[in-house]
């Protein structure tokens, strides 16, 4: 079935420095890959997507790019701070009928000052 | 503003007790979503409704059933809770678009402790 598997967390940067939180997934076919960020308190909210291969996702300075040679949908900000912090999730939906999406165990980041 | 609410932020119950968590989605969304998040594990999918009157088991559906009798709500019940149900439970809605790509919108999440 269909899995996304993501660094294991926590990270904790310095502010201003660079982020890259690794997701690889496996799916058949071609699916919708997704960035969900959770900040304290709060539900998910989509942070970027892409839904073919090669399509760049971007947001508030945050890219990931749909690499399907190498199945994987990297998370990169070049200078974080501290309202960063958050926990990412990747997520996929599968390319069929149903609207299911798989998430992946998330990955909580702390930029301190 | 596209608006997932639950009816709680936190609730306490005992081992045994029937326990419904309620959302409501203002957006007409077809589909709707439970999950809970424990640490380590992510978000698993409960169950799902994709129209009114509609469920399709998720990942891990055993000691919960839905009920959707209006589009715009959807309501998981725990028929019996036990300790292991101690859990953040999120709803989510989304809309059907055929092809790929829609987002799914979360409410601010349940946390549900069971004694």
């Known amino acids: 079935g269909d899995s996304v598997t993501q660094m294991e967390g926590p990270v904790t940067l310095s502010e201003e420095a660079f982020l890259t939180i690794n997701c690889t997934y496996t799916?058949?076919?071609?699916?919708?890959l997704f960035w969900y960020v959770q900040y304290p308190g709060e539900g998910l909210q989509l942070l970027l997507k892409?839904?073919?291969?090669?399509d760049k996702g971007s947001n508030k300075g945050f890219e990931a790019t749909y690499r399907k040679e190498t199945t994987s949908f990297h998370l990169e900000k070049g200078s974080v701070q501290v309202s960063d912090s958050a926990v990412y999730f990747c997520?996929?939906?599968?390319?069929?009928?149903?609207?299911?999406?798989?998430f992946g165990t998330g990955t909580k980041l702390q930029v301190i000052p | 503003d596209v608006k997932v609410t639950q009816s709680s932020r936190y609730l306490v119950k005992r081992t045994g007790e029937k326990v419904f968590l309620e959302c409501v989605q203002d957006?007409?969304?077809?589909?709707m979503f439970w999950y809970r998040q424990d640490p380590g594990l992510g978000l698993r999918l409960i169950y799902f409704?994709?129209?009114?009157?509609?469920?399709e088991k998720g990942d891990i559906p055993e000691g919960y059933s839905v009920s959707r009798e209006k589009k715009e709500r959807f309501s998981l019940i725990l028929e019996s809770a036990s300790t292991n149900q101690t859990s953040m439970y999120l709803c989510?809605?989304?809309?059907?678009?055929?092809?790929?790509?829609?987002?799914?919108?979360f409410g601010p999440g349940t946390r549900l402790l069971v004694l």
């Open positions: 989510a809605s989304s809309p059907f678009v055929k092809g790929l790509g829609e987002t799914q919108y």
């Open positions: 799916a058949t076919g071609y699916p919708s």
């Open positions: 892409a839904t073919k291969a090669d």
């Open positions: 997520a996929l939906r599968h390319s069929g009928g149903y609207q299911k999406v798989t």
């Open positions: 957006m007409d969304h077809e589909n």
């Open positions: 409704s994709y129209d009114v009157k509609m469920k």
